[in-house]
């Protein structure tokens, strides 16, 4: 694919790059966590793969640290000598005052120059999110920061919602006409390398979308067309949506949060397009189509 894999990611003018910076990346072997590692590996970084357990399977060059949010006594010995953090709250940890400052803390006096963290588009209008809880423990601790804010993640189509669509052919979410501009998380890791390994993002926050806001009937058309056997979308009411997963036995507060984060679609308010990831990577974000194409073999 085209610029997607970030070859060139060093290649554009302006800010200076860091040389060989020491990076502790957590959420690393995530959606997002993991093509950030491959690009600051590629980048020259020193990478620190935060890890709960011993024993964890890391990329070749990078080093596996013992980490825990829930263990602050994991947080010192894991930052020593870090010059720069990837920090991504992990979305089981509702408590951020309990798991997230304890973490900044530890930050600060490590001495880190930057934490880049990832938080959430439109964080600064909503300030009941736990990113937004974050962003301001940041802020308060005074850290060189910043803060990623993306749009709904293409990925969450090859992850939470694949079997509706692989078994059932359908995208099943409560979300109206309500249109999203969703960014594939390949571009968030590599918008995040770029503010890891150069200079002169501090202090910034970026609101990282695609190139096009799309209805949820269009994205189904673009399934459709790519997998080539009928995608549908399926317009459920939330007491709907939040049945059909009550009967799978996920958590009453996990429904709670998706089916808030659909409400905010269906108001319209996640159709939000801004040329940032473009300026950042210097070429077009991932297509849905694209994005589909690359992932097709997960819903066949």
């Not at 530890?106 to 999110?129: D, I, P, T, W, Y």
Request: hydrophobic share 40%.
């Amino acid at each position: 694919m085209a610029g997607a894999d970030g070859g060139h990611l060093l290649a554009r003018g302006g800010a200076g790059v860091s040389p060989r910076p020491r990076v502790l990346v957590t959420g690393a072997s995530g959606n997002v966590g993991a093509p950030l590692v491959e690009h600051l590996l590629k980048g020259g970084a020193q990478v620190r793969v935060a890890s709960r357990g011993e024993g964890a399977r890391v990329p070749e060059g990078a080093t596996a640290v013992r980490f825990d949010f829930e263990d602050p006594s994991t947080h010192a010995p894991a930052l020593e000598g870090v010059e720069k953090v990837f920090l991504l709250r992990p979305p089981a940890l509702s408590d951020v005052k309990r798991h997230l400052l304890p973490v900044v803390r530890a930050v600060k006096e490590a001495g880190v120059r930057h934490v880049v963290f990832l938080s959430l588009l439109g964080v600064e209008k909503n300030q009941a999110v736990p990113h937004a809880k974050v962003e301001r423990f940041i802020l308060e601790a005074g850290v060189p920061h910043t803060f990623l804010r993306p749009s709904f993640f293409m990925q969450n189509l090859s992850t939470t919602h694949r079997d509706d669509i692989r078994e059932h052919g359908e995208l099943f979410m409560p979300v109206g006409s309500g249109k999203t501009g969703f960014i594939d998380t390949r571009d968030i890791a590599a918008v995040g390398a770029r503010t890891l390994l150069e200079d002169g993002h501090e202090g910034k926050a970026y609101d990282l979308t695609g190139a096009e806001a799309l209805s949820y009937a269009e994205v189904a058309r673009l399934f459709t067309e790519v997998l080539g056997r009928p995608i549908r979308y399926n317009e459920p009411g939330a007491l709907r949506f939040a049945a059909r997963w009550y009967r799978r036995d996920v958590p009453l507060a996990y429904i709670a949060v998706m089916t808030g984060i659909y409400t905010v679609c269906r108001l319209g308010l996640a159709g939000t397009v801004t040329r940032d990831t473009e300026t950042l990577l210097g070429r077009a974000p991932i297509s849905m189509r694209q994005f589909i194409q690359d992932h097709k073999a997960c819903w066949m």
